[in-house]
């Protein structure tokens, strides 16, 4: 997950310092549909599974009622509850948060620049 907030971050910078200001919205619009298709698939794949828990008797049996669509409506209810806790660590903060994790590791890593080297 760091290699890929790295990514980000990097991918950022880049924007930013090229200067196409409409590149951050678009990522950040990519950022956002990946997140809802990611949100939507845990949803299906949570409720079928507490559904499917709940008819070989290893969850309570509430979770195997249905709708005349054969929809786990009790299922999806849960796991919708569960999901949305996700999604209160989004903030402003959190931004702020992630850089400063990223500027720390970098200062990990040797720096190489020729005015530091001993001739």
Known sequence: MLVLMNAVFSLRSGITLVGIKVLNHVLNAMI???TIS???SDLYIGSRTLYGL???RKAPFIF???DKRGLPWVAVLVV???TTLTFLNVQSSSATGEHHSISENTTLT???DQSSRME
């Open 38 to 40: 990611s949100t939507n």
């Open 54 to 56: 709940a008819v070989e």
């Open 80 to 82: 919708s509850l569960f």
């Open 110 to 112: 040797p720096n190489y």
């Open 32 to 34: 956002l549909l990946f």
């Open 64 to 66: 195997t009622k249905v």
